[in-house]
């Protein structure tokens, strides 16, 4: 069964260095998502993308974030300069049907900011 | 804003007890509802869904139902087994201005099951 991949499954960075995690969403599908969640606390939006441009994004996704699709395959999130608090588990999801709206989540990168 | 409440964790049963774990939300408009599950060490997996009131949404044994008068969406299994220890997320789908969805999520609850 088709799956989405993240890579990689845990990032140590210092604060204030950039960061790219990576993500391979399910072949035909055309929406791609990121999500966050902070250690005990919900998971949240960042960022949707469509025909390679941003569709939605969260008031979380501030300029620091910045989403791409450098290929056909990989979606990334790179955080420019990554504080303490940018420290959770990040999941990116695709989906096929505009509205539908069933994501398909990958296994989550984590990311923890020293 | 949208909002998902569930009960917090963790729940600790028995095999083959019964499950519920309470879900209500707070939308406008007709959101879609959804559990999804999260075994150790893996993603978000999709459990079941529901996409209007009075829905019934099942997989697994697993199963729930759409209620827009006491806005829930509350997940049940008659009789739990120790594989499904995992945490559990109730989640709904807000249409955004342009027509694209997003999913708003509770916090997640444990479920700890013991043989």
């Known amino acids: 069964e088709p799956e989405v991949t993240q890579t990689p499954s845990h990032q140590v960075t210092q604060m204030g260095q950039e960061v790219i995690l990576r993500c391979v969403p399910i072949s035909n599908h055309l929406y791609f998502y990121w999500y966050r969640q902070i250690l005990g606390q919900k998971v949240e939006f960042l960022v949707s993308?469509?025909?390679?441009?941003?569709?939605?994004k969260s008031e979380i996704f501030d300029d620091q974030f910045s989403v791409e699709r450098p290929d056909g395959s990989n979606f990334t999130l790179k955080i420019r300069s990554t504080k303490l608090e940018d420290s959770a588990m990040y999941f990116c999801?695709?989906?096929?049907?505009?509205?539908?709206?069933?994501?398909?989540f990958g296994p989550g990168t984590r990311l923890t900011v020293l | 804003g949208d909002s998902v409440t569930q009960m917090e964790g963790p729940v600790t049963l028995s095999e083959e007890a019964f499950l519920t774990i309470n879900c209500t939300y707070t939308?406008?408009?007709?959101?879609?509802l959804f559990w999804y599950v999260q075994y150790p060490g893996e993603g978000l997996q999709l459990l079941l869904k529901a996409t209007k009131a009075d829905d019934k949404g099942s997989n697994k044994g697993f199963e729930a139902t759409y209620r827009k008068e006491t806005t829930s969406f509350h997940l049940e299994k008659g009789s739990v087994q120790v594989s499904d220890s995992a945490v559990y997320f109730c989640?709904?789908?807000?249409?955004?201005?342009?027509?694209?969805?997003?999913?708003?999520f509770g916090k997640g609850t444990m479920l700890l099951v013991s043989p």
């Open positions: 939308a406008t408009g007709y959101p879609s």
């Open positions: 999801a695709s989906s096929e049907i505009r509205g539908e709206n069933t994501q398909y």
């Open positions: 989640a709904l789908s807000t249409s955004m201005n342009s027509g694209y969805s997003t999913l708003t």
């Open positions: 993308f469509y025909n390679n441009e941003i569709s939605e």
